[in-house]
C-alpha cells in the first residue's frame, strides 16, 4: 500500500507540473496576443496617416503621370539620337586598337633587330608617366570633399623590387559614418560627436568633457529657492536679498511663501517678485539668469522639478543633511556669488530621465499621460503587495529580462550616489551620459546591475500573468499604479540641469563621496610591521 500511496503521490505532482506549465503557457500566449494587439494598432494607425498624406496628395498626381510620360517621351528622342553616336564611337574605338596593335608589332619587331629609337622610347615612358599621374589624381581628387575620399599608398617593402612592383598601390577602405534614430519621433539625443578622416575614427568632443559657462551679458534676474521650515535658511535668505538687491542691483524673484515671510518681517522687501499660479512657472526659465538653492540635495531636485523644460544654472548652497549636489558653503555666499556672477564657472551638466505612463488601452506608445522629468531615479516597486514584482525590461524593443523581485531602479549617473547605491549599483560620475539599470532585491543572485547608453529608450511592462501590479515612483514622488498591460517608457531627456561647480565637476564629486560617504577611510597599515627583506 504504501509503494501504491508513493507512485499515487508521483503522479499527483507530475499533473501539478502539467498544470503548472499549462497555466504558464496561457498567460505567456495572452501576453503575446496582448503584443501582437499592441503592433496591430500602431500598424493600423500608421497606415491611416499613410493614407491621409496619399489622400493629401492626388491634386498632384495629373501632375506626376504628365511629367513621366514627357520624360519618356523625351528619353526617347535622346536614345535615337544618341544611337547614331555610340556606333561611330565604336568604331572609331576598334580602329585606334588596330593601330596600337600595329605599333606594337613595329616596336616589337624593331627591338629584335637592335633597331630601338631612344627618343621614342623616352616619349612614350614620359606619356606612361603622365597618364600614372593623372590616374592617381582622378583617385584622391576627391579628398577635398572629406566623405567619400581614398588615401593612395606607397608599397616600400617593393622599392627593391622591379618597376612593375613600385607602382603597386594599396587602398584604404572609405566609408561613411551617419547618425540612426529610430524613427521621426525617435527620443533618442546626441551629445557627443564623432568624425573619421580618411578612415580613422575619432571623437571630436565628449560630453565628459570640462564645461565652462562665460557670461555674453551679465545676468539681470536671480530665483532664490529654500529649503522650509528652517530658521538658519530664513535667515540666510534674509542676508542674500538684501545683499544681492542693494549690492548688485539684481531682480530677485522667490516663492509665494517666501515672499509672505519677508514682507511680514519688514516692508522694505516689496521689491521681491513671485508668481501667481503654475501656469508663469512654465515661462520661468526665460526671466531668470540664474537660480540659486538654499537647502540639500532635495532642494536642487525640488529646483529642477519646477522646470519642464530649459533649466537656467544652478548654484547650489549646502544648509541640508546631505551634500552631493551642493558644493558651496553658506559662511562664504558673497565671495561664491561675486566669481559666479563675474565668471566664467565650471558647471556640471546633470543628465535627467524622460518618463512616460503607456496604459495598455492605448493605442499607440506615443499615447501617453503627462511625462515625467527626474534627476535622481524612477523606481517600480510592489508597494504594499506581499508578491514578488514580475517585470517585463526592453532596451529599443530588445528584450534584456524579467525582474522578479522587490523593484527596479532606472537612475540617472547624478542619482547614482541615492537609491541606486544603497541596491548595490555603482558610483558613477554625474557628467557620464547614461542610465542605471540596477534591480532591487533580485530573486537570482546573478542579476546584476548595468549601466546602459544614453541614447536607448527603456520600456518596463507589467505582464498580464503578474500575481499584483507595480508602483512607480519619481524621484521619490508622484507614485503611479502600473496595472497589467501597463508599460513605463524612459529615456534621456534633452535638458539638461547646469549645476555650478566651487572647482570642477572630477574635483566636486570626488570630494562629495569622500564626505558624504567617507568612501574607502579606515586606518593606514602600520609601518612598523614585517617587510619583504624579513622574509
Known sequence: MDEHLIEFSEALRTVAKALRRAAEGKASAQA???????????????????????????????????????????????????????????????????????????????????????????????????????????????????????????????????NADRNKIMRKASFKLSWWCNGENG????????????????????????????????PQTVLILTKPNSVSVRILCVQMVRWLRERKKLNVYVEPRVKVELVAESSNFSYVQTWKDDSEISHLHMKVDLVITLGGDGTVLWAASMFKGPVPPIVPFSLGSLGFMTPFHSEH?????????????????????????????????????????????????????????????????????????????????????????????????????????????????????????????????VPFNSRSPAWASFDGKDRKLLAAGDALLCSMAPWPVPTACQVDSTNDFLRSIHDGLHWNLRKTQSFDGPRDRDL
Open 32 to 162: 503575446e496576443a496582448a503584443e501582437w494587439k499592441r503592433r496591430y494598432e500602431l500598424e493600423r494607425t500608421r497606415n491611416i496617416q499613410m493614407e491621409r498624406k496619399v489622400s493629401g496628395n492626388n491634386n498632384c498626381e495629373m501632375v506626376q503621370h504628365w511629367w513621366i510620360r514627357s520624360s519618356l517621351d523625351n528619353a526617347m528622342d535622346m536614345l535615337r539620337i544618341m544611337l547614331p553616336c555610340l556606333f561611330f564611337w565604336e568604331v572609331g574605338k576598334e580602329q585606334n586598337k588596330r593601330i596600337a596593335e600595329a605599333r606594337m608589332a613595329e616596336q616589337f619587331s624593331a627591338e629584335k633587330n637592335g633597331d630601338i629609337d631612344c627618343e621614342r622610347v623616352k616619349n612614350s615612358d614620359n606619356q606612361s608617366m603622365l597618364q600614372n599621374e593623372s590616374n592617381e589624381y582622378s583617385e584622391t581628387g576627391c579628398m577635398k570633399h572629406g566623405i567619400w575620399s581614398h588615401e593612395v599608398l606607397r608599397d616600400r617593402e617593393s622599392d627593391s623590387n622591379s
Open 187 to 218: 527620443d533618442q539625443h546626441k551629445h557627443d560627436i564623432v568624425s573619421f578622416e580618411r578612415g580613422n575614427i575619432t571623437t571630436a568632443e565628449r560630453s565628459s568633457k570640462q564645461i565652462s559657462l562665460k557670461w555674453e551679458s551679465d
Open 333 to 461: 555666499f558673497k565671495d561664491c556669488l561675486d566669481s559666479v556672477l563675474r565668471g566664467p564657472i565650471s558647471i556640471t551638466l546633470r543628465h535627467r530621465l524622460l518618463c512616460r505612463v503607456v496604459r495598455d488601452a492605448a493605442k499607440n506608445e506615443y499615447e501617453t499621460e503627462e511625462p515625467f522629468l527626474v534627476l535622481n531615479e524612477v523606481t517600480i516597486d510592489r508597494g504594499i503587495s506581499s508578491y514578488l514584482t514580475n517585470l517585463e525590461c526592453y532596451c529599443d524593443n530588445s528584450f534584456v529580462t524579467c525582474v522578479q523581485g522587490d523593484g527596479l531602479i532606472l537612475s540617472t549617473t547624478s542619482g547614482s550616489t541615492a537609491y541606486s547605491l544603497a541596491a548595490g549599483g555603482s558610483m558613477v560620475h554625474p557628467q557620464v551620459p547614461g542610465i542605471l539599470f540596477t534591480p532591487i532585491c533580485p530573486h537570482s543572485l546573478s542579476f546584476r546591475p548595468l549601466i546602459l547608453p544614453e541614447h536607448v529608450t527603456v520600456r518596463i511592462m
